[in-house]
C-alpha cells in the first residue's frame, strides 16, 4: 500500500489552452443549430377523483395560445451569458452575431438565453478538455493519514465484506453497485490481482466541469504497473456515458499521464479488461 501510495499521492493543477477564434467559430455555429419557438400560454382543465385510494386527475380539456405582443421587454442577454460562461460580453456577442440567431431573441428571450447558455457552455467545456494540460504541485500531495482519521460511512447493503484482507486496507470495501460490488469479488477470486484500493472520497483530481474521484487502484502480481479504473459501469464505451462522466474521465486520464508506471483505463466492466 505504502509503495502505491507514493505513486499516486502527488496532486496536479490544471491550465488550459483553446484559441478564442476557434470558440467563437463553433459556438456561432452551434447556436446557429437552435430552434426558438414563440412563448405559449397552455390552459389545461381537469376532473379531479377523490375517494380512500387517493387522488386521481385526469385531462379534459387544454387549449395552447401563442404569445404575441407588438412590444417586447428584452433582458441583458449578453449579461445573463456572461455571468453563466465567464466568457466577456465581446466574445458573446461575437458568436450570436456570427450565428445570424439573434432576430431570434424577441421570440422568447428566456429559452433563447437558457439554450444559447447550454450551448456554448457545451463546446467551451469540449475545447477545455481538449486542451486541457496538467503538471504536478510541488510538495502538495493526499495526506495517507487521512486514512486513519477518515472513518467510513455507508449503509450495511452498499458494504463489500473483503475475504482476504491481505489484498486491501480494509475488511469493507463501499459499492455503488451490483457491477462494483461484481467487481470487488473478481478483484478478490484472481491470483494475478496483488493488491486493490477503493479510492476514498476525498481522492479527488480537479477539472474544469467539477471534481473527479476515480474508483479503484490496482496493482497485479509482477507488474510494475499500477491501473486506475475510473468508472466501473455497465459499458466499456466511453460515449455511452454521461457527458459530464465523458469529460471527467478524459481529464483523469491526462492527469495520470503525470505520473510515471501508472496507467488508466476507463470506462470498464471487469478485471480481465484492464490487461487486455
Given amino acids: 500500500f505504502k509503495e502505491l501510495w507514493e505513486k499516486i499521492k502527488h496532486k496536479t493543477r490544471y491550465r488550459v489552452e483553446h484559441s478564442t477564434a476557434e470558440l467563437i467559430r463553433k459556438a456561432a455555429e452551434a447556436v446557429s443549430e437552435l430552434s426558438i419557438t414563440s412563448a405559449r400560454l397552455v390552459s389545461r382543465k381537469a376532473k379531479l377523483a377523490i375517494d380512500k385510494a387517493g387522488v386521481e386527475g385526469v385531462i379534459v380539456k387544454e387549449t395552447i395560445h401563442d404569445l404575441k405582443s407588438e412590444t417586447?421587454?428584452?433582458?441583458?442577454?449578453?449579461?445573463?451569458?456572461?455571468?453563466?460562461?465567464?466568457?466577456?460580453?465581446?466574445?458573446?456577442?461575437?458568436?450570436?452575431?456570427?450565428?445570424?440567431?439573434?432576430?431570434?431573441?424577441?421570440?422568447?428571450?428566456?429559452?433563447?438565453?437558457?439554450?444559447?447558455?447550454?450551448?456554448?457552455?457545451?463546446?467551451?467545456?469540449?475545447?477545455?478538455?481538449?486542451?486541457?494540460?496538467?503538471?504536478?504541485?510541488?510538495?502538495?500531495?493526499?495526506?495517507q493519514r487521512r486514512f486513519d482519521n477518515e472513518e467510513l460511512e455507508s449503509y450495511l447493503d452498499n458494504l463489500y465484506t473483503v475475504k482476504k484482507q491481505e489484498k486491501t486496507l480494509y475488511n469493507y470495501v463501499e459499492v455503488d453497485s451490483n457491477i462494483e460490488r461484481d467487481f470487488a469479488k473478481d478483484l478478490e477470486d484472481r491470483e494475478d490481482v496483488k493488491f486493490y484500493l477503493k479510492l476514498p472520497f476525498w481522492f479527488k483530481i480537479q477539472t474544469p466541469i467539477g471534481e473527479y474521484n476515480p474508483d479503484w487502484a490496482i496493482v497485479f502480481e509482477g507488474d510494475k504497473r499500477v491501473y486506475f479504473v475510473a468508472e466501473t459501469k455497465g459499458t466499456t464505451v466511453l460515449e455511452d456515458l454521461s457527458i459530464p462522466e465523458q469529460y471527467k474521465i478524459r481529464c483523469g486520464k491526462k492527469h495520470f499521464k503525470t505520473i510515471p508506471d501508472v496507467e488508466f483505463k476507463a470506462p470498464i466492466t471487469k478485471v480481465s479488461e484492464l490487461i487486455r
Avoid: C
Avoid at 441583458?76 to 466577456?88: A, C, E, R, S
Avoid at 445570424?100 to 475545447?127: C, W, Y
Fill in 72 to 143: 417586447f421587454s428584452i433582458p441583458d442577454v449578453l449579461g445573463f451569458i456572461q455571468n453563466k460562461t465567464n466568457l466577456t460580453r465581446d466574445t458573446i456577442l461575437k458568436i450570436l452575431q456570427a450565428s445570424g440567431k439573434i432576430s431570434d431573441i424577441p421570440k422568447n428571450p428566456q429559452l433563447f438565453m437558457d439554450t444559447a447558455t447550454h450551448t456554448i457552455l457545451r463546446v467551451l467545456r469540449e475545447m477545455m478538455v481538449d486542451g486541457i494540460k496538467y503538471e504536478k504541485i510541488a510538495g502538495e500531495y493526499w495526506d
